[in-house]
Nanobody, 115 residues
Framework: QVQLVESGGGLVQAGGSLRLSCAAS????????MRWYRQAPGKQREWIAR???????MYADSVKGRFTISRDNAKNTVYLQMNSLKPEDTAVYYC?????????WGQGTQVTVSS
């Protein structure tokens, strides 16, 4: 059974940084893609970053140049480094790992950016 545990969220001032972690209970080599999403109050869940098993990355325009997705295979962990944070980045952030038997989601971690 796959479990994903996110951590690293919190309250930060605009312009600050946070690093989110998503620790998987199984080897991340088994996943085809690893993604981060976020959901702000009253809004739909939004895709923001993706890293493939081959290491290719993609970003939503809203975070490009500020956020970096990476992974540590030895720790079975996916990261999201968030720099130059803005109040509009305030949301619950979720990791999503995909493999042949389905999608797996973490419980979410709250990020709040104050102005």
């Amino acid at each position: 059974q796959v479990q994903l545990v996110e951590s690293g969220g919190g309250l930060v001032q605009a312009g600050g940084s946070l690093r989110l972690s998503c620790a998987a209970s199984v080897s991340i080599f088994s996943f085809n893609a690893m993604r981060w999403y976020r959901q702000a109050p009253g809004k739909q869940r939004e895709w923001i970053a993706r890293i493939s098993i081959g290491g290719n990355t993609m970003y939503a325009d809203s975070v490009k140049g500020r956020f970096t997705i990476s992974r540590d295979n030895a720790k079975n962990t996916v990261y999201l480094q968030m720099n130059s944070l803005k109040p509009e980045d305030t949301a619950v952030y979720y990791c999503n790992l995909v493999r042949g038997d389905g999608d797996y989601w973490g419980q979410g971690t709250q990020v709040t950016v104050s102005s």
